[in-house]
């Protein structure tokens, strides 16, 4: 059984990425761990937007949900990817994704931090703003790059601690220089999940020997 969490900041190209790790393994669940709190957040409060569930609960609440969410996604049986974020932008500051409660119940055998030009991100970020309709409230939080600059250094920084805790490898992906052709940091980070997946499967089956 093989956990993978990977983490990147929103925009960065995340779901792309791992729906091109998924197509390479039958088996292989891709959890979003956003998506297991919402539900949950959904049952028991009766939050239905993503956006709500960042601003409109209490800091209670959403520690509450995110211990649960993780309690939900250890119980997931077989092969997973869960796909999150290391630290999450609130009113009030950064938030962690992994803190060591989170971290040590998803229990996982390595964590992927994915990095990106600045610029990649905040143009990948437009894009998906002109395909959403009711995004005026969204366009209020155009970001510059220096908060993408900050933002993914202290995701760094969280997700060294969270590797830290939970005893386990972390593989830093960086992507720093322009892209040749469209989607070419997306292939290649989903080849270098691919290749470290392969390699702790493998490593798995060597132990069970
Ligand atoms: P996403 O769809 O992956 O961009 O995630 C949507 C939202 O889910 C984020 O803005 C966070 O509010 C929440 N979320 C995702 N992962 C975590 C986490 N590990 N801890 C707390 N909140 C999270
Ligand atoms: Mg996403």
Same mark, same amino acid.
């Given at each position: ?38 539900? +949950? ?27 649960? $969410? ?27 994704? #992994? ?21 990649? /991100? ?6 998906? %703003? ?8 969204? %366009?209020?939080?155009?970001?510059? /790059? ?14 060294? $601690? ?8 972390? #593989? ?18 989903? #080849?270098?999940?691919?290749? #470290? ?7 798995? +089956?060597?132990?069970?020997?």
């Amino acid at each position: 059984m093989v956990r993978v969490i990977v983490t990147a900041v929103p925009g960065a190209g995340k779901s792309t990425i791992l729906k091109k790790v998924a197509e390479k393994f039958p088996d292989l669940k891709v959890i979003n761990f956003g998506d297991v709190m919402l539900e +949950e957040a959904s049952r028991q409060l009766g939050i239905t937007d993503r956006d709500e569930l960042r601003k409109k609960i209490s800091f209670k609440d959403y520690r509450r949900l995110q211990e649960e $969410a993780a309690k939900i996604i250890s119980g997931i049986d077989g092969d997973l990817i869960i796909d999150t974020h290391a630290a999450v932008k609130t009113v009030y500051g950064y938030y962690p994704g #992994l803190p060591s409660k989170v971290v040590e119940e998803l229990n996982p055998d390595a964590i992927v931090f994915l990095e990106f030009r600045p610029e990649d /991100i905040l143009a990948r970020r437009m894009k998906d %703003l002109s395909k959403d309709e009711s995004n005026g409230r969204r %366009l209020r939080e155009i970001e510059k /790059i220096e908060d993408v600059e900050e933002h993914q250094k202290i995701s760094l920084e969280m997700v060294s $601690a969270a590797a830290n805790h939970a005893s386990c490898y972390l #593989l830093i992906l960086r992507f720093l220089e322009s892209q040749k052709y469209p989607y070419q940091h997306a292939e290649e980070a989903s #080849l270098k999940i691919i290749e #470290l997946i392969e390699k702790l499967k493998k490593a798995g +089956e060597s132990l069970k020997d």
